[in-house]
Structures are given as structure tokens and as C-alpha cells.
């Protein structure tokens, strides 16, 4: 994409979407790449809500991921964080999400990064149709594996690989309750928030809260 003085060109707007409980270097490493791919302008970091039906109590207050969020994503200037679905009330819909930031950016092609995990099962999305009038998808793959879309519309899916990051939230969480290191898996400031507000400690009681 030539970038001449009068290029039209319009700009592109990754949309990571996640739980981000915590976020981690996979997250980054992914964004990254995206980016670099499709020549992405900025990648948008975009926490879900706290989602009323999915064991809320397990999952960590809005306030803190998206606060983690910013912390990991401030000294790239191509990374940003929206609020648009912790300050939406109610379970995170994709179709909402990209719905508000098509609204906020007009003039923006959107890319909305996600786990080919998820991409397997985008069709039984909320209004799965038109998700793909909304943007196009990334679906990031660790090497190696092989992803089915056939049933997806082609000419709005890609597939991206990222370097093996073999990095959950889940592992994080796990490791934080049982005393092991995250140094490394996630950024830096991440660790020191988790361990200045307590987060990811193992119930007292040791039972379900
Ligand atoms: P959890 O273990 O709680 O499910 P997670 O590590 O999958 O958390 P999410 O916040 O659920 O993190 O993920 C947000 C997005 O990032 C999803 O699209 C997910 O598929 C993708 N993702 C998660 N981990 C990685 C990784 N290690 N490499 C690349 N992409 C990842
Ligand atoms: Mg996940």
C-alpha cells in the first residue's frame, strides 16, 4: 500500500477483543503481527465486560483488565484501549462491539484479530452475517495447526500464524494462585499490578466463591 501525499488511502484499525484476565506477551505477540501483516495503522485493545452469565465471580472486575490493558499496551504508540464494551451494560457481543467502533471510526477498515479457536465457531455468533459486513477477520493460528473455514466467507477471513506462544490467562491466573512467576509471560508493569491489588489469589476458603 503506497503511502504517497495524495493517497486516499484509508486507514486500518485492528480490533483486538479479549478477557484479558490478565493479558500476556500471546496477546501482544499476535497484535503485533496482525499489524505488521496487514499493515495495520493501530490496534485497538478492547476488554470485554463483565459478562453476567460467565462465572463472574472468576473473573476478574472490568476496572482492573482494562487497567492491566493499558499498562501492557503504553510504550507501543500503535496500541490503544477502548472502553466501549466494560462501559456497555450486559453480556460482550462481538456484533456490538464492532458495531460502536464502526460508529466512533467512519472512515476506518476494521480488522478484528481473533483465536482461530473462536473463528471455528464465528457462525454461531450473535449476528454472525453480518459481523463480516462489520469488518474483516484475523484468525491467528499457532503453527502447525490447521483451522477448517470453509464455511466462512473467504474474501473477509484471513489466516495469520504468530509464533508458538504456548501463553493463557488461564496458566496465568493458575500460576499467580499457586506462587509461581508470570515474569516474562506478561509484561512487566502487568506483574507488578497483579501483586500491588492482590489479584489472582487463591480463595481463602479454598471453595467456590
Ligand atoms: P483464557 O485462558 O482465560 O481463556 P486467553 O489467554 O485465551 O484467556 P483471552 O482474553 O480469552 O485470553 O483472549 C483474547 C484473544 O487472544 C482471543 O482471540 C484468543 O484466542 C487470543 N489469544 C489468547 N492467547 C493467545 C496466544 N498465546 N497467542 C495468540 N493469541 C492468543
Ligand atoms: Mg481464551
Known amino acids: 500500500h503506497p503511502r504517497g501525499d495524495g493517497d486516499a488511502r484509508r486507514r ?7 478477557t484479558f484476565d490478565p ?23 478492547v476488554p ?3 459478562q453476567p452469565f460467565k462465572e463472574a465471580s472468576r473473573v476478574a472486575p472490568a476496572e482492573h483488565r482494562y487497567l492491566m490493558t493499558v499498562v501492557a499496551t503504553a510504550s507501543n504508540p500503535d496500541f490503544t484501549v477502548s ?21 466512533q471510526r467512519p472512515d476506518e477498515d476494521l480488522f478484528f484479530i481473533t483465536g482461530a479457536d473462536a473463528l ?3 457462525l454461531s455468533w450473535k449476528e454472525a452475517h453480518r459481523l463480516f459486513d462489520l469488518a474483516h477477520f484475523i484468525g491467528v493460528t499457532r503453527p502447525g495447526h490447521v483451522l477448517d473455514v470453509g464455511d466462512l466467507p473467504g474474501d473477509r477471513v484471513s489466516l495469520l500464524e504468530v509464533p508458538a506462544m ?7 491466573r493458575e500460576r499467580v494462585a499457586s506462587g509461581q512467576p508470570v515474569w516474562y509471560l506478561v509484561p512487566d508493569g502487568v506483574v507488578q499490578y497483579i501483586s500491588k491489588h492482590g489479584l489472582y489469589q487463591p480463595d481463602p476458603q479454598g471453595g467456590a466463591s
Not at 500476556?24 to 485493545?45: I, M, Y
Not at 472502553?83 to 460508529?103: K, N
Not at 504456548?166 to 496465568?172: E, F, G, K, L, R
Open 48 to 50: 470485554t465486560g463483565t
Open 120 to 122: 471455528g465457531q464465528i
Open 83 to 103: 472502553r466501549v464494551d466494560i462501559d456497555r451494560a450486559g453480556t460482550t457481543y462481538t456484533i456490538d462491539t464492532l458495531t460502536d467502533l464502526t460508529q
Open 166 to 172: 504456548a501463553i493463557s490467562s488461564t496458566a496465568c
Open 23 to 45: 493479558v500476556h506477551h500471546g496477546h501482544l505477540v499476535a497484535a503485533s503481527e496482525a499489524a505488521s501483516r496487514f499493515d495495520l495503522d493501530e490496534v485497538v485493545f
Open 12 to 18: 486500518r484499525t485492528g480490533i483486538m477483543g479479549g
